[in-house]
């Protein structure tokens, strides 16, 4: 999944994708012990899946504290003037 498409996605719907994808990398990395995993490109696939939505997750977060701090800004400017 490219990161535009887990841009469009809503926050409880990127959680659950960032639980699916982690439990995905457990299944991975367990199949790479036991010596049954055949792509071992999957595993390097999950982790940037899961680094991906970790960082749109923080966009958004950052994007909101920004937004906050902005509005406690213009707040305190007109209650100065």
């Known amino acids: 999944m490219i990161a535009a498409d887990i841009?469009?996605?809503t926050p409880a719907e990127l959680a659950q994708r960032l639980n699916d994808s982690a439990d995905d990398l457990?299944?991975?990395k367990?199949?790479?012990i036991s010596g049954?995993?055949?792509d071992y490109a999957r595993i390097k696939q999950a982790r940037k899946e899961?680094?991906?939505i970790k960082t749109i997750i923080r966009?958004?977060?950052l994007s909101?504290?920004?937004?906050s701090t902005e509005a406690n800004a213009e707040g305190n400017a007109s209650a100065e003037e």
């Open 7 to 9: 841009r469009r996605l």
């Open 26 to 28: 457990f299944r991975l």
């Open 30 to 32: 367990f199949q790479l």
């Open 36 to 38: 049954q995993l055949q």
């Open 50 to 52: 899961i680094a991906r």
């Open 59 to 61: 966009e958004r977060e």
């Open 64 to 67: 909101l504290n920004q937004a």
